[in-house]
T-cell receptor, first 111, second 116 residues
Framework: KNEVEQSPQNLTAQEGEFITINCSYS?????LHWLQQHPGGGIVSLFM???GKKKHGRLIATINIQEKHSSLHITASHPRDSAVYIC?????????????FGKGTKLSVKP | GAGVSQSPRYKVAKRGQDVALRCDPI?????LFWYQQALGQGPEFLTY????????KSGLPSDRFFAERPEGSVSTLKIQRTQQEDSAVYLC??????????????FGPGTRLTVT
């Protein structure tokens, strides 16, 4: 069983829809990261959080430490949001902060 | 300011060749990570440096993989006698992280290695 599980694996939405991507993890963590990866490989950090909720523009990330679950929400989705969204955790007490990644959710937003 | 850069961006190697992949982290970043990302998968940890010290190499898949960061800035990941299963995107990330705190990691664009 992977230590970080994401769902769904693939997601197609119409422009304007509200999108939710889920992440569950099985290890103790010091932080959880949401990352965006565009075709060509570049990864951009969207959020790093260890409790509660963070918002940046149309993106919202929440985490429930007790349930070991996080969600990434995109409001008013747009075709430019099409990318792979990856959840990654920093294992508490683990090796100097290296990340453990989920397999990613491929999002396609149609105009 | 400049982000993390990696070179080459693309590398095609014949099976059995040695390759060297370079990472230039953000200036002043103490921590440097190498990750390997197979097609359709999430990245997986290879090795970690704090300054010039390689503190964790538990993710390196075999002794054909070697990484160094001799002056605590630029790092090189070397793969000897490449095999087809080494084909992947190799990502480098750096962060200000020191000790037990959690810091954001900044990723380079990756090097796509194809072994034929």
């Amino acid at each position: 069983k992977n230590e970080v599980e994401q769902s769904p694996q693939n997601l197609t939405a119409q422009e304007g829809e509200f999108i939710t991507i889920n992440c569950s993890y099985s290890v103790g963590i010091s932080a959880l990261h949401w990352l965006q990866q565009h075709p060509g490989g570049g990864i951009v950090s969207l959020f790093m959080l260890s409790s509660g909720k963070k918002k940046h523009g149309r993106l919202i990330a929440t985490i429930n430490i007790q349930e070991k679950h996080s969600s990434l929400h995109i409001t008013a989705s747009h075709p430019r949001d099409s990318a792979v969204y990856i959840c990654a955790v920093q294992n508490y007490g683990g090796s100097q902060g290296n990340l453990i990644f989920g397999k990613g959710t491929k999002l396609s937003v149609k105009p | 300011g400049a982000g993390v850069s990696q070179s080459p961006r693309y590398k095609v190697a014949k099976r059995g060749q040695d390759v060297a992949l370079r990472c230039d982290p953000i200036s002043g970043h103490v921590s440097l990570f190498w990750y390997q990302q197979a097609l359709g998968q999430g990245p997986e940890f290879l090795t970690y440096f704090q300054n010039e010290a390689q503190l964790d190499k538990s993710g390196l898949p075999s002794d054909r993989f070697f990484a160094e960061r001799p002056e605590g800035s630029v790092s090189t990941l070397k793969i000897q006698r490449t095999q087809q299963e080494d084909s992947a995107v190799y990502l480098c990330a750096s962060s200000l992280r020191v000790g037990g705190a959690s810091y954001e990691q900044y990723f380079g664009p990756g090097t796509r290695l194809t072994v034929t």
